[in-house]
């Protein structure tokens, strides 16, 4: 698999450093907020890589995972929206990438899940994204606290996006649904066994260091109960305030109390340029 030229790793110990600072952190996550939910329009579908319309300027991030794992949901939370994106009760659900304008200037990828009622196409096309999307600035893969473990699957993706050198964040997600006594016990297996994965990876191979990317967060991965509202508000569930700052940040935003444009994403020069007034396809 070809490499892509070495973006640093993305460091996220200033925004999540959470043990001693409460308050900044608290309004981080509050701009994070704010930036998630200043908008979420839904841009276009793409079947395949060549149906995704130009884009030199928008940062974007792709959502990643089994079908039925939660990723249309992941992203509504993400947002705050019920139904921005089709959520189903069965496996197959999105059957297309599916591009949102997210806040001021952000764009998340909703993707057909792999595994059980996926089909091998579309698999190669999110292969054939991953590795030519020149704006892709990392991806969010989702784990299923159910099923205890990363599949074959998810550990062959998360091998994939580490050779490609894509920036990676791995959210558990579903917690509300073990009992809360266990989830230190199970995440902390699945932690450990997707950072075996990564460990087993040259870390001279595209000069990927997974270790720099995941570390300083409190535990090593992500948990969230996406799916689930609290005090009548989707989004506001457990987990996504830490989720939405890393995201952020992955994609070259700088997070304190506003969030803004990190050297990494200030390549264009130019105007800025609304959702409205680009040209999608
Ligand atoms: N309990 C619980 N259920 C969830 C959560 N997130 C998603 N679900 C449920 O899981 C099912 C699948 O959710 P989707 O968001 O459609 O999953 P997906 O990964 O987009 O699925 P495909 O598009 O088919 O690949 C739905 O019934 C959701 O309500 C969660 O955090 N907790
Ligand atoms: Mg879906």
């Keep these: 698999m070809q490499c892509q030229s070495t973006a640093a790793p993305v460091d996220l110990r200033p925004t ?36 995704h319309p130009r884009n030199e300027h928008v940062p974007e991030i792709v959502v990643l995972g089994a079908s039925n794992v939660g990723k249309s949901s992941f992203l509504n939370a993400l947002v705050g929206r019920e139904g921005r994106a089709k959520v189903g009760q069965r496996p197959g659900k999105t059957k297309l990438m599916n ?8 764009i998340l990828v909703d993707t057909p899940g792999y595994g059980y009622r996926s089909q091998a196409a579309w698999g190669a096309e999110i292969l054939k994204y991953l590795e030519m999307r020149q704006r892709l600035r990392g991806a969010v893969v989702l784990l299923s606290l159910i099923k205890r473990q990363p599949s074959p699957e998810d550990l062959w993706v998360l091998r994939a996006l580490a050779e490609l050198n894509t920036r990676t964040l791995v959210v ?26 990564m460990d087993s990876l040259d870390e001279t191979v595209c000069g990927y260091r997974w270790r720099a990317a995941v570390a300083g967060a409190e535990s090593d991965v992500y948990v969230t109960a996406a799916g689930m509202d609290v005090d009548g508000k989707l989004g506001n569930g457990a ?5 939405r700052a890393a995201i952020l940040q992955m994609a070259g935003f700088d997070v304190r109390a506003e969030v803004t444009k990190t050297a990494d994403n200030v390549v264009y020069a130019g105007p800025t340029v609304s959702f409205d007034d680009i040209q999608w396809g």
């Design 239 to 243: 987990g996504m305030g830490g989720v």
């Design 99 to 106: 591009a949102f304008g997210v806040g001021p200037r952000l």
């Design 172 to 197: 558990v997600t579903k917690a509300d649904r073990q009992r809360p006594a266990e989830w230190p016990l199970v995440c902390s297996r699945m932690a450990d066994a997707v950072l075996h994965e």
């Design 16 to 51: 999540l450093a959470a043990k001693g600072a409460p308050l900044p952190v608290v309004r981080q996550f509050a701009a994070a907020q704010r930036f998630f939910e200043h908008g979420c329009d839904f841009l276009y579908s793409a079947e395949a890589l060549r149906h």
